[in-house]
């Protein structure tokens, strides 16, 4: 049974940019989470699909946006890319209902130049 | 919103006891998460309280006092391997979890 898995696991970019991350949940798991980890820094929410709706959105600017398709999977963009958005990208999958918690996969770590 | 505080560091020795308390203030509450997070890799989860209490679960134990927006995360009997950030993570009625910053604990010989 394979976890939540992401691509790619690294990446360079240059200021102004595009991006996009992808993501496949666990088995079974229909909600997709997305979190931005600066070092030393715990977790920021982005945003989480369900459905394939935007179902929560965290404090981040338009320039993030996001994809769930038919299969669960999601996508994560990011537009115009600034310094600033150098960080680990982290998916999480969760299965909606009871206890809820969140698996979540090795991210992709982005570097913007 | 969600506002989550947790300690920055904590030194314990091997076999020790090291207890990580966590406070938090929200607009809406729906349990409250411990993850682990080892460097350079995804947080694994380790334990959920919803209700007031202890739970229990091998050397790891956490507690919630919802009246008082408190958790701690109890870790008994400390191994090397257990060198790692600890994220306290709430909740909210919509389904939203959010983290603290995370504690970085450090186990010496």
């Known amino acids: 049974d394979a976890g939540v898995t992401q691509s790619p696991t690294h990446l360079i970019k240059t200021r102004g940019q595009q991006v996009t991350l992808r993501c496949s949940p666990k088995?079974?798991?229909?909600?997709v989470s997305w979190y931005q980890q600066a070092l030393g820094q715990g977790p920021q929410f982005i945003f989480q699909?369900?459905?394939?709706?935007?179902?929560q959105r965290g404090n981040f600017p338009d320039r993030f946006s996001g994809h769930q398709f038919p299969n669960y999977s999601s996508e994560l963009n990011v537009n115009a890319l600034l310094l600033g958005d150098s960080a680990l990208y982290l998916c999480?999958?969760?299965?909606?209902?009871?206890?809820?918690?969140?698996?979540f996969g090795e991210g992709s770590r982005l570097t913007v130049l | 919103g969600q506002n989550i505080d947790q300690p920055t560091e904590m030194t314990a020795t091997e076999g020790a006891i090291v207890q990580i308390n966590c406070t938090y203030q929200t607009s809406g509450f729906n349990g409250l998460f411990w993850y682990q997070q080892h460097a350079g890799e995804a947080p694994t989860f380790l334990s959920y309280n919803v209700l007031d209490g202890l739970e229990e679960k091998g050397r790891f134990s956490s507690f919630l006092s919802r009246s008082k927006g408190y958790s701690y995360l109890l870790l008994k009997e400390l191994q090397m391997k257990d060198s790692a950030s600890y994220l306290c993570a709430v909740r909210d009625n919509d389904y939203k979890l959010s983290f603290g910053a995370g504690t970085t604990v450090t186990v010496r010989a």
């Open positions: 088995s079974g798991h229909d909600t």
């Open positions: 999480a999958s969760s299965l909606t209902g009871g206890r809820g918690e969140l698996f």
């Open positions: 699909y369900y459905e394939e709706e935007e179902r």
